[in-house]
C-alpha cells in the first residue's frame, strides 16, 4: 500500500485517521502516539485488519478505556495502526491495508501482528504505540523493528474495547524507542506492582538456556552484550533450562489450546459472515475450527503446571533473560514452508511468557546482517514496573538514551 | 576405640553414658536418641571431641533446650555421641575417642562430623540423634552412613548449649533411618514454616547440573531413580547451574569466611589453653588463625550476594536436587592430600545451603559399589517442614518404609 507523505512505511490503517488530542500538561504530554486497529475509538470503524469485519461491526460507539487513560495522561492520538488479520500471524503482512515497511530492514516483513504500532515508532511516527501480545504479537515486531516493547502481565492492563483473539492470553502492550517512554507509559497503564514474597527486587538473572540454543548463533552472539548489561545489574547470570520437554513442546501445546479458544472466540463471527482471508490467516482459522479437542485440552493441562511452575521459579524477583526471537526478520519474499519453520521456532520461546501470563520486556541490542534482534527480561507476573525500570537500567548501560 | 556390647560401632563416647527417661506419651515417645557431644546435659561433661576440651569446661550446669525439647516431647536420650574435635571436619575421624565404624560400609569413613549420631543411628542403637552442621556436618555422615538427615535452615533450631564453631553457619540438624521419624522429630524441633510468597508449596524441582557434574559419574547414576522419584511429585526437573563461578569458587569463598568465624568463636580457647589436636585439626586451626582478613572479607561479600541469589531463586518453592556428596564415603586409610581433594569436591556442593543459609534433606536413594550415598533436597529457609513432608513422599516413592 503507498505509503503517503506523513507515513513514510505505510504503518497507519488507509483513509481518515482517528486523531485526538491528549489532555494538557498531564504524565504524557508533548507524546504522539497510535493505537492498533483492534482497539475501538468512538466514532471511527474497527477494522481488526479485515474489510470485512470493518464492514460487518461498524462505527464503534465507546473508545477503549486505555485509549482513554492515554489520552487523558496527555498523549496525542495521531492514528490506528494495521494489524495482522484478526491479530493472527506474526509476519506482520496484511493483503487488504498493505503490509508496513519495516524502517529498520526495508527488505524483511516487520513482524506482527501489531506491525502498525512497531513500525509507526520504529519510523518515528509517533513515541509510542499501543498493540496486542497474544503469542507474540508486540515482542516480535518490537524484535524485528528494533524498538523496546513490553508485553505486561496477563490481565494487568484492561482490553475492554479491544477485539479478541484468545482472552486468556491477550495482553494490551506497547512499543517505544525509547526505554524511558516505554517505562512512562506504564506509570499511566500498568497498575502498581503486587509482587508478593519476599521483598527481594528483582534477580536472580537466569540465562535461559533452551532458547539461546534455539536462536541461530548470530542472534546469540549479537545480544551477548545485552546480556553482560543485564548482568552488570543483576550478577552473573545462573544457566537454567525451562522446559527440559523441548520447546517444540510449548509451541505445540500453545498452539493447540490457543487455537481452541481463537475459534471459540471468532468461529461464531467466521461462520456467520464467511469473510474472507488473505493466506495464511485463512488456514490458520481453518486448522483452528478442526483443532481436536483432545489436544487442546492436553494443552490446557500442561499449560496449569507450566504456569505454577514459571511463577515459583520467578516469585523471588528472578528474571529470565533470552533472544526474544530466534532470528532477525525474514526476508520479504520467502515461502509459506520458511515463514512456518521461523513461526515454530519463535512462538516456543514466546509460549514462555504466553503460557505462564509473565512479563515480558524486549530491548533492541543487537544486530545480525544489519538487521535488529532483541534481547528479553521477563519477570513473574506483577513486577512489570519493576521490570520497565531494570530496562531503562540496562539501555542506560548500554549507552542508549 | 573398642566397641561395647551394646554399642557395636563405637558411635558413644567412652566413659558413663548420659542417659535419661523422656517424659510419658509425647510425639517422640518410645523413641531412644543420642546427641552429639557439643550439646550440653546437666551434669555431665561435653568434650566437643577433644580432651583438653573437657577438662578446661567441665560438667555442664544446664541441659541444652533442643535436647529438654526432646525428652520432654517423649524420647528417650541414649547417651552423647562422638564427633569430630571441635566439629571441623568431614571424616568422621577422632583419634582420641576412636573413629566410629561406618555400619553401611565398615572399610569406609564414616564421615563427620555428627560421626557418632550418623553410625549410632544406622547400626540401630538409637532411632535418631542429633547432630551439628556448619559445613556438611550432618549431611556428609549421613550420605556415607546411609540415612537420613537434615540441615534445617539456618536459624530454625536453638543452639543454645551447644558448642559453636561458626554461629553465623551453625546449624542443629538431625538423622534417622526412616523419613517419616526425621518428620516427626522435625514437628517437636522445628517452627511452624514461614514460607512467604505465593503459596505455591514446593515446586519446581532444579536439578543443580554444577553438583551432578561434580559428583563422580557412578553416584550421579546411583542418584538418577531417587530424582526420577522426585520428579514424579514436582514434575520434570529443570536444569539449572547455580555457581557460573564454579563450585569451587563457593568452596574457597566458604572456606575463607568461615575459618576467620572459627577463629574469631575457638581461637581464644586455643591460644589460652593450647590443646592437643589430632591430625588434620590441628592444621585446619592453623589454617583458620592465618586467615588472610581480605579473603575473609571477600568470601562474606560473596555469601551475601549469593545469599540473595539463592533466596530470591527459591522463594516461590523451587525446590534444588543434587547428589549430597559427589561420591560415597572415602575408604579408610587414603592418604591426607586424598582426603583434601574429596573434601574440596565435597564442600562446593555443600557450601550452597552453608553460604545461603537453606534447608536441606539427604535421602539415602542410592549404592556406588555397595556404599550408600544420599540425594539432597533443597528449599528456601522457612520450608523445613514441607521439605520433611516431601522426604517423606519421595521415599515412601522409592519403597522406603
Redesign the interface.
Given at each position: 500500500m503507498a505509503a503517503t507523505p506523513d507515513d513514510s512505511v505505510g504503518a497507519f490503517i488507509p483513509g481518515p485517521r482517528a486523531a485526538l488530542a491528549g489532555a494538557a500538561g498531564g504524565p504524557l504530554a508533548g507524546l504522539g502516539c497510535a493505537v492498533k486497529d483492534l482497539f475501538d475509538v468512538a466514532g471511527h470503524v474497527t477494522t481488526y485488519g479485515n474489510p470485512d469485519w470493518g464492514r460487518s461491526h461498524g462505527v464503534a460507539a465507546a473508545t477503549a478505556p486505555v485509549v482513554t487513560s492515554l489520552l487523558q495522561a496527555g498523549a496525542d492520538l495521531k492514528g490506528k495502526t494495521k494489524t495482522v488479520e484478526l491479530a493472527y500471524g506474526l509476519t506482520g503482512e496484511n493483503v487488504w491495508h498493505g503490509t508496513p515497511i519495516n524502517p529498520a530492514a526495508p527488505d524483511r516483513f516487520p513482524g506482527g501482528s501489531s506491525c502498525g504500532s512497531a513500525t509507526a515508532v520504529a519510523a518515528g511516527l509517533v513515541d509510542f504505540a499501543l498493540g496486542s501480545d497474544t503469542g507474540g504479537s508486540v515482542r516480535i515486531p518490537a524484535s524485528y523493528c528494533g524498538v523496546f516493547g513490553i508485553r505486561p502481565s496477563w490481565g494487568a492492563v484492561n482490553l475492554a474495547g479491544a477485539c479478541a483473539l484468545g482472552p486468556s492470553y491477550d495482553t494490551c502492550g506497547w512499543f517505544a524507542r525509547e526505554a524511558a517512554v516505554l517505562a512512562r507509559v506504564g506509570q499511566v497503564l500498568l497498575p502498581v506492582d503486587t509482587c508478593?514474597?519476599?521483598g527481594?527486587g528483582l534477580?536472580?538473572l537466569?540465562k535461559v538456556?533452551d532458547a539461546w540454543i534455539n536462536a541461530d548463533p548470530g542472534t546469540a552472539r549479537a545480544l551477548g552484550a545485552g546480556l553482560a548489561a543485564a548482568e552488570g545489574l543483576l550478577?552473573?547470570?545462573?544457566?537454567?533450562?525451562?522446559a527440559?520437554?523441548g520447546l517444540a513442546t510449548l509451541y505445540e501445546h500453545f498452539r493447540c489450546a490457543q487455537a481452541e479458544e481463537a475459534w471459540a472466540t471468532l468461529g461464531g463471527w467466521i461462520e456467520r459472515t464467511g469473510p474472507e482471508f488473505g493466506p495464511g490467516v485463512k488456514e490458520r482459522f481453518a486448522a483452528a475450527k478442526a483443532m481436536d479437542p483432545g489436544k487442546a485440552a492436553a494443552g490446557r493441562a500442561f499449560r496449569r503446571?507450566f504456569a505454577?511452575?514459571m511463577?515459583?521459579?520467578?516469585?523471588?524477583?528472578?528474571v529470565l533473560a533470552y533472544p526474544t526471537s530466534p532470528n532477525p526478520a525474514p526476508r520479504l519474499g520467502i515461502s509459506l514452508e520458511a515463514q512456518n519453520a521461523v513461526r515454530e521456532a519463535t512462538m516456543g520461546v514466546t509460549a514462555i511468557a504466553g503460557l505462564a501470563g509473565l512479563a515480558e520486556v524486549t530491548l533492541p541490542l543487537g544486530r545480525v546482517e544489519g538487521a535488529p534482534v532483541g534481547l528479553s527480561l521477563v519477570a513473574?507476573p506483577g513486577r512489570d514496573r519493576l521490570l520497565l525500570a531494570l530496562a531503562v537500567q540496562v539501555a542506560q548501560a548500554m549507552g542508549l538514551a
Open positions: 508478593g514474597g519476599g527481594f534477580g536472580p537466569l538456556g550478577g552473573r547470570a545462573l544457566p537454567v533450562e525451562l527440559p520437554e503446571l505454577v511452575r511463577r515459583s521459579l520467578l516469585a523471588g524477583g528472578a513473574a
